[in-house]
């Protein structure tokens, strides 16, 4: 009997197991089918314009397992582009709760989270999410431009350049372009102050982490010339020239102003040509053909501006022209020259100075970071026809 039993026993273990299967296979039908109904719940919802509830069904049905992560961040990702930043931080939020989510995905969740936050202007929360992500591998960079992006807000360029390390680690050029901003800013303040040796410093840390920052070289020229010392701001001048040729026009003034004082006007109006020359900016000529009028007379500069502006007319350029034009004429022409150089003078401040190479925004004033992109040094004189 005993023995029956013994032989018994392999067909009891396999019904047992038989059975099993069918009782999981079973479960994750059913598991499936309540699935699906809450999916299919969800998306009623979503077309009857429900959205909240939506979101409830949804975030229900979501399992970690489940192939419908993605769909959740595109869904979230959605309403956060419609600017319904409260829906999007409910779905996100619970992704970012829900355990045993892949560190990849978990990871993608934190990042979506603090840009929804940084959406609502909620910068210490956002600063908070993408501080957790600064070792990620796909995160960790793009997280870094997203906290430069709150301190520039906040103005906190102290804590900005507390990721310095990072930065020159990875040696990202758009990031340590926004540092180098950074120190300029500081420098700025300290200018303010008068504190020369701050500034100085504070400008050598920009350019080296910027060498083009022709920021840095601009105000390290002014701090010089303050502290007469004109032949370093002379350097400085020349070295805006070589790190940025479309924003130099805006500082031949202050150059020249710089070798008046240095006595060395000969070598800053051959510097001048060079640049005319090279760039065949209105500035550049416009100044330069001032130095032949004072020194070979009227008739030659009248020829070389003539000359020029048939190469690349330019409505500055013009302008100078007629200015000329009248201080050697008589009272009777003088009337109708006047009419139009009051015309163009007009027309010119109508226009505006400067445009963003980044993104096109055009203004009348300066600005070191673009008032529309945020961009750092893009705002640069307007070239063609009716700028430089
Ligand atoms: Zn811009």
């Known amino acids: 009997m005993i023995e029956l039993l013994f032989l018994l026993l392999p067909v009891a273990m ?4 038989f059975m099993g299967r069918n009782s999981v296979k079973q479960n994750q039908q059913t598991e499936k089918q309540d699935l699906s109904i809450k999916y299919s719940t969800g998306l009623n919802y979503l077309l009857s314009n429900q959205q909240d509830k939506a ?11 489940d192939d419908s992560v993605e769909a959740h961040f595109a869904m979230a990702n959605l309403f956060r582009k419609r600017g319904e930043l409260d829906r999007a931080l409910k779905v996100h939020e619970h992704l970012v709760r829900l355990g045993g989510l892949p560190t990849k995905a978990k990871q993608q969740a934190v990042f979506e989270l603090g840009k929804d936050f940084l959406s609502a202007g909620l910068y210490d929360r956002a600063e908070k999410m993408f501080s957790k992500l600064l070792k990620s591998k796909t995160y960790g960079l793009k997280s870094i431009s997203y906290l430069l992006q709150i301190f ?13 390390k990072l930065i020159i680690k990875v040696n990202d050029k758009r990031q340590l372009h ?4 950074f120190y300029c800013e500081l420098a700025t303040t300290a200018f303010e102050q008068d504190k020369f040796i701050d500034v100085i410093e504070l400008l050598e840390e920009a350019l080296a982490l910027d060498p083009n920052s022709c920021r840095a070289n601009w105000l390290m020229a002014k701090i010089y010339e303050n502290h ?10 020349q070295a805006i020239y070589e790190q940025d040729k479309e924003f130099f026009p805006d500082v031949i003034q202050q150059m020249h102003d710089c070798y008046t004082r240095l006595d060395e006007l000969d070598d800053f109006y051959k510097f001048i040509k060079k640049v005319y020359d ?15 009028q004072a020194n070979n007379g009227h008739k030659k500069a009248k020829e070389f501006i003539l000359t020029a502006l048939k190469r690349r007319p330019t409505i500055r350029g013009f302008q100078h022209f007629i200015k000329m034009q009248m201080s050697q004429s008589d009272d009777v022409d003088n009337t109708s020259l006047d009419l139009i150089k009051e ?22 004033t ?10 750092w040094e893009q705002l640069k004189p307007v070239r063609g026809l009716e700028g430089e």
């Open 278 to 292: 090279e760039t065949a900016s209105s500035s550049a000529l416009i100044t330069y053909v001032n130095n032949i």
């Open 343 to 364: 015309l163009i003078s007009e027309y010119i401040n109508i226009k505006h100075r400067y445009s963003c190479r980044t993104c096109g925004f055009n203004s009348s």
């Open 178 to 181: 926004t540092l180098a901003n």
């Open 55 to 65: 979101i409830d069904s949804l975030l229900d049905a979501l399992k970690v397992e």
């Open 366 to 375: 300066h600005y070191w970071s673009c008032p529309s992109c945020h961009e």
């Open 228 to 237: 007469d010392q004109c032949e370093q701001a002379a350097q400085c001048y």
């Open 152 to 164: 520039q807000s906040t103005k906190d360029w102290q804590q900005g350049l507390s990721h310095k």
């Open 14 to 17: 396999a019904y047992g197991w």
